[in-house]
């Protein structure tokens, strides 16, 4: 298996996840908290897309889908480049309001589209290649995708599990 094989496996298994996490949920359910300070499923899920669009963007020198398309306005928010729930108050986390499920699955498919489209094109050496100078020791596209990856299957486990607790009530 070479390497474009190996991350789109991986990557593959998010939207199927994701629509696991959401479907059938209402906007109500979407929103709702388990407890106080908690986060709810909607934001969870529009979290780990977010970061998604907001890293494989930045790796390709393009403008995110969020800034692009129509998505922040189906999310009662302004398609601001840097807003993906990184540092999110409780106030910040409620103002996220998805209009249903399939506005969160729907706009994660087009990140996964485009990170899947990215990852066809990745040879092994373009792992190796420093992407964020800002840590120590810097970031490499390889170390970059594993982040992202392990972000996203840790916020739609979680996701998964608050929709238990919600539907349990």
């Given at each position: 298996m070479d390497?474009?094989?190996?991350?789109?496996?991986?990557?593959?298994r998010l939207p199927g996840l994701v629509r696991s996490a959401v479907?059938?949920?209402?906007?109500?359910?979407?929103?709702?908290?388990?407890?106080?300070?908690?986060?709810?499923?909607?934001?969870?899920v529009w979290h780990l897309t977010r970061i998604q669009d907001h890293h494989v963007?930045?790796?390709?020198?393009a403008e995110q889908?969020?800034?692009s398309g129509d998505w922040a306005g189906r999310f009662g928010l302004a398609a601001d480049p840097?807003?993906?729930g990184y540092g999110h108050t409780p106030?910040?986390?409620?103002?996220?309001?998805?209009?249903s499920a399939?506005?969160?699955?729907?706009?994660?498919?087009a990140v996964a589209e485009r990170t899947a489209a990215y990852l066809r094109g990745l040879r092994p050496a373009d792992l190796d290649r420093?992407?964020?100078e800002a840590w120590d020791p810097p970031v490499t596209l390889g170390v970059r995708l594993v982040s992202v990856l392990e972000d996203d299957l840790q916020h739609v486990g979680q996701a998964a599990y608050v929709r238990g607790l919600v539907e349990r009530g």
């Open positions: 390497v474009n094989d190996l991350l789109t496996e991986a990557y593959d479907d059938g949920l209402t906007p109500e359910q979407l929103r709702q908290a388990p407890a106080p300070g908690a986060n709810p499923v909607g934001w969870l963007a930045d790796l390709l020198g889908l969020w800034v840097d807003e993906t106030d910040r986390i409620a103002a996220v309001r998805p209009e399939e506005v969160l699955v729907d706009y994660h498919r420093v992407v964020d």
